[in-house]
């Protein structure tokens, strides 16, 4: 094993030795194996060698002066005829590391260094560089060597005559390594320098490494004493000779500061290490500038700040460097983020995760007949007779699609009438690529955050990262905060909605660019060109439920619009609107404002049609039972083939919506018979108005734009009439009762109320006309509402008590003008058909109040006697 002083001595020679050959390293491991094993027995220094033998070694009288000396004081003691000398460039200032370990020190290396003089080691050992740099003329004797590792040199002690100049020995030593210079293995460019120590050296073990900026401190050589700040040409004076200045920078003269100081900069740090090794200590006489008490210099080294650094400027340069880092965190989010969402886009649209549209499943399942040993058994979903009476509007999509147009298709009809199920099932059966966004869902979305993310899973836009737009707020926030200057991280929902749909008009064109062939005619167009000349090979995008909430996200739909209308201008794909608003132009006119739009209306089914599609749905039970009849099993199903007639009574009184078709389709499957049906379906539709209508929550009113009076009105109304005047209901007595009591507006009421599908607001060359119910089952709903007779009492009470509000605040009205009037002076012929005017008008309001009053009572008489 290798003992503290050998790994010590391994460690600051390890430099040296890997610079060399493997045989030189080996060699040197092999002496301090020997060096451990032979201590006891090593040769100290011989007859020969003797200058170089330090006093530690020699005298142990010396040994107790000398280290403790420098232990405690951390100064090398100087006798009258001793001086010393700093050798520079003796050890690779890398060693310095290696300090860092407390067994590491420099009186152990030395100890060491002094004790393989003998070694075999040769030119490797360091300490023979000072020994060759000392020629054998010259007139001292070495008394100790002192390594400083940190520094890469060492301190030698030697003693002289009393009549010999020390500064005589620096002079001749320097000019020696001058015209033969020694230089180490670690630096063939710089060899071995050699200057006199002027000052004091201060052999600390810190951890302060040398730089090449020196601070130079003016202290008092003794207490009490002023120092006196060196002016540069002094200080320029005594430092050049160490190597060549950099630059000499003073203390501010307004700096508070003390002691006093400057700064002094050498091109090379060897020059500094020299220079403060020389110069730490040195008393400047009065003769050189310090002062009549003299000034003592003290140095250390300083880390060198640059003061226009990069980084400095960065800090100091919020409001320019924080947009460029927003810039470049944009600029590598588009790189490398929006080829993978693109990309992400395209399988999407072209429906490539999805197995079921695979080549592959449509055949197996082709060849299995759905996955069944036997027959394929075509169980018809009872829409192809709608479908029938629908060929027109379906071939008329077909042939749109495959012609070039920049316009929009717009599909407008009630809900449930199937315009999803036309245009994906049928119009656009075959087509390969098919985009449908639901707007549904995102308008339903709460927050910007909810609103991005359902708008990227609708065009299958990831990987979005919708939480970083909360934080880039707060950052944004927390900067403008402090510089007064947005940053720009984060962005808003108009543009993040921009940033998706735009992503995804570059995948659609990729998606049409990517079905072209070298082999077709026209491989040489452009891809602008190409798009215009086959318009059949365009992508269809589908929107469903547009202007679904049109009071909510009007941004969204705004922004879905001018997407849109960019698709088709560039001729990049289709696009169909799928609307039950009946204002949907508004938008749509906005975003092409010079286009026309195709037009697509669906209604209810015609009475046969309806009747044929109930009865495509019950076909399979009644083949079923029939067979069972005639085989004379248990039958398998609750019910007998349904009453013709009695099912055209119904279908007459339910209408011809899908959604209405549907649901008695359930019912007559469960065993009961049309009659009860269609009552149970209209008794629960008169449920659902009840308690969406006519007594909602008193916080669900606030966001309505019509009351429950109003609605009443309509309800009672159209159940007498199955068709009334749009201005006739405008001018009525709860309409305008509302707007004087509620500030309701009777033409938003009325558009608030046809967009929740209670009624329907028909047109005459583009302005109202007609009223009716939303939708046939409706009607009969309203029907069975009038004949409660309780909440008929209920509503008429709550509709009377805000017309009674409304004149009585007519009569206040009044009653003011005319105590107005009645402070004139006199009463003059042109005030008295004024007076005349309101009095009747006090006695019309006060008649129809009295009338209201007997109402009332009757109401609250059927209120109190019926539940």
């Not at 501010?252 to 020059?271: E, M, N």
């Not at 798009?531 to 049109?550: C, G, S, T, W, Y």
């Not at 329907?760 to 009969?780: N, W, Y």
């Amino acid at each position: 094993m290798i003992s503290r002083r050998g790994l010590a001595l391994l460690a600051a020679r390890r430099p040296l030795f890997l610079s060399q050959s493997p045989a030189s390293f080996c060699l040197a491991v092999t002496s301090i194996l020997r060096y451990r094993n032979d201590r006891a027995t090593a040769p100290r220094f011989g007859a020969s060698h003797r200058a170089w033998e330090s006093t530690t070694a020699l005298d142990p009288a010396s040994t107790s002066t000398s280290e403790v000396d420098a232990d405690t004081s951390g100064h090398i003691a100087v006798k009258t005829n001793e001086s010393i000398l700093f050798f520079d460039n003796i050890f690779p200032l890398k060693l310095s590391s290696v300090l860092f370990r407390a067994w590491n020190t420099d009186h152990d290396v030395a100890d060491l260094l002094k004790r393989f003089e003998s070694s075999s080691l040769g030119i490797l050992d360091p300490i023979r560089l000072v020994k060759t740099a000392i020629p054998e003329d010259l007139p001292i004797k070495v008394t100790e060597i002192l390594p400083r590792l940190k520094d890469g040199g060492a301190y030698v002690k030697f003693s002289h005559d009393a009549n010999i100049d020390p500064a005589e020995i620096e002079a001749t030593l320097t000019k020696r390594l001058k015209d033969c210079p020694i230089k180490p293995l670690f630096s063939i460019w710089r060899g071995v320098t050699a200057r006199l120590v002027q000052g004091t050296p201060w052999l600390e073990d810190l951890h302060r490494y040398p730089t090449s900026l020196l601070k130079v401190e003016f202290v008092p050589p003794s207490s009490g004493v002023t120092p006196e700040e060196l002016p540069e040409e002094v200080l320029y004076t005594l430092f050049r000779k160490y190597g060549k200045i950099a630059d000499i920078i003073p203390q501010p003269t307004d700096s508070k500061i003390v002691p006093r100081y400057a700064h002094l900069g050498f091109p090379l740090i060897r020059d500094s290490i020299t220079a403060r090794n020389c110069m730490h200590g040195f008393v400047v006489s009065e003769t050189l500038g310090g002062g009549k008490n003299g000034t003592k210099l003290r140095l250390s080294y300083q880390k060198r700040v640059k003061a226009h650094s990069i980084w400095n400027w960065l800090t100091n340069h919020p409001r320019i460097v924080l947009p460029v880092i927003a810039a470049l965190i944009a600029g590598l989010s588009v790189v490398v983020f929006d080829p993978i969402r693109e990309f992400f886009i395209k399988l999407h649209i072209q429906h490539s995760l999805d197995f079921k549209d695979s080549r592959v499943y449509k055949w197996f399942k082709k060849q299995t007949g759905n996955f069944s040993l036997g027959s394929k058994k075509n169980k018809g979903d009872g829409l192809d007779a709608v479908w029938k009476h629908r060929r027109d509007a379906i071939d008329q999509v077909h042939s749109w699609l495959d012609e070039t147009s920049d316009t929009f298709i717009v599909v407008t009809g009630p809900k449930g009438s199937g315009k999803v199920e036309m245009i994906m099932d049928q119009s656009l059966e075959g087509r390969k690529n098919v985009l449908k966004i639901d707007c549904r869902p995102i308008v339903d979305a709460r927050g910007e955050a909810g609103t991005i993310k359902r708008l990227a899973a609708a065009v299958g836009y990831r990987p979005i990262f919708s939480w970083a737009n909360s934080m880039s707020s707060m950052v944004d926030l927390a900067v403008q905060s402090t510089t007064g200057v947005k940053a720009g991280f984060s962005e808003t929902l108009e543009s993040q909605l921009t940033k998706i749909l735009q992503t995804t008009t570059s995948a659609l064109k990729e998606v049409t660019i990517d079905g072209r062939s070298k082999k077709d005619s026209d491989a040489n167009l452009a891809d602008d060109a190409y798009l215009e000349a086959h318009p059949e090979r365009r992508p269809v995008v589908v929107i469903d439920n547009f202007l679904h909430k049109n009071e909510e996200n009007v941004i969204v739909y705004d922004k879905i619009a001018e997407w849109a209308a960019s698709v088709v201008q560039n001729n990049v794909a289709h696009v169909i609107f799928l609307t039950t608003d009946s204002a949907y132009s508004k938008p749509l006119a906005k975003a092409l404002p010079d286009r026309l739009f195709r037009t697509v209306s669906l209604g209810d089914l015609a009475p046969d049609v309806a009747k044929n599609f109930v009865l495509s749905r019950l076909k399979d039970q009644i083949a079923d039972e029939e067979k069972n009849s005639e085989e004379g099993e248990a039958k398998k199903w609750p019910t007998k083939r349904p009453d013709l007639a009695e099912l055209d009574q119904c279908i007459t009184t339910l209408g011809g919506r899908l959604t209405d078709l549907e649901f008695l389709a359930r019912r007559l499957k469960t065993g009961q018979t049309p009659k009860q049906a269609v009552s149970e379906i209209v008794d629960e539709s008169a449920t659902d108005i009840v308690r969406m209508f006519l007594l909602g929550k008193p916080s669900d009113v606030d966001s309505k734009k019509w009351s429950s009076q109003q609605a009443w009105h309509l309800i009672k109304s159209l159940a007498e009439n199955p068709s009334l005047r749009y201005n006739q209901v405008i001018i009525s007595g709860p309409f305008t009762a509302a707007a004087t009591v509620s500030s309701i507006d009777a033409e938003g009421a009325l558009e608030s109320l046809a967009s929740s599908e209670l009624i329907t607001v028909h047109t005459h060359q583009g302005r109202p006309q007609t009223i009716t119910a939303g939708k046939p089952l409706h009607q009969a709903a309203f029907t069975v509402l009038l004949r409660d007779q309780v909440l008929r009492a209920k509503m008429d009470l709550d509709t009377l008590t805000d017309m009674t509000k409304a004149e009585t605040r007519s009569i206040d009205k009044v009653e003011t003008e005319l105590a107005l009037l009645g402070t004139l002076p006199r009463q003059t012929g042109e005030t008295a058909g004024r007076i005349t005017y309101l009095l009747s008008k006090l006695a019309a309001s006060q008649v129809k109040i009295a009338q209201w009053d007997k109402e009332t009572v009757q109401l609250k008489k059927i209120l109190n006697e019926e539940y």
